[in-house]
């Protein structure tokens, strides 16, 4: 309030001992400033309560985006891991240097296709080492699962320093 109103703020009194109204202050000024500062703070007060409504909408929409960003996530990966397909042998070894680790196969790959060999031709090993002799020197297309993710990988069986043309050695898989 203003300063030649001799201390008067919000909640002074504006009469005197007897009642009758103060003399030393203008009360008409005085009552416009009180007037107008109860004004100021419910517009405040409204502000404030439009801006925390809205802080509540906004998080709830958050949060309702996040929930459904984890299902899609959750369904998403469902859907993955069915339709991997069916791996028939894994690889155990891999000797470095070799044809099988130049071409980035790893341990513990497992195998789903093998050039023209996969889950529903495969019989043995032996339909693995045809498939190596008659592609010497050729690429191979082999397709592994590696951690939970379809990897392919171009394999070309070759002579090296080592035993075999591929330099790693395959397992079948007990299904």
Known sequence: LPSQQKGVGMHEPLVDAEGFPRSDIDLYQVRTARHNIICLQNDHKAVMKQVEEALHKLHAREKEKHARD?????????????????????????????????????????????????ANNFQN????????????????????????????VGLTPKRWAGKGLLGCNIIPLQR
Do not use: C, W, Y
């Open 70 to 118: 984890e299902a899609e996530a959750l369904a998403e990966a469902m859907s993955q891991n069915q339709s991997l397909p069916q791996a028939f042998a894994k690889v155990n070894t891999v000797s470095p240097g070799s044809p099988a680790s130049v071409s980035g196969l790893q341990v513990d790959d497992e195998i789903v296709e093998f050039g023209s060999v996969n």
């Open 125 to 152: 090993l032996q339909n693995i080492a045809t498939v190596v002799q008659h592609s010497e020197g050729r690429p191979l297309s082999v397709t592994v699962i590696r951690g939970g993710r379809r990897v392919h």
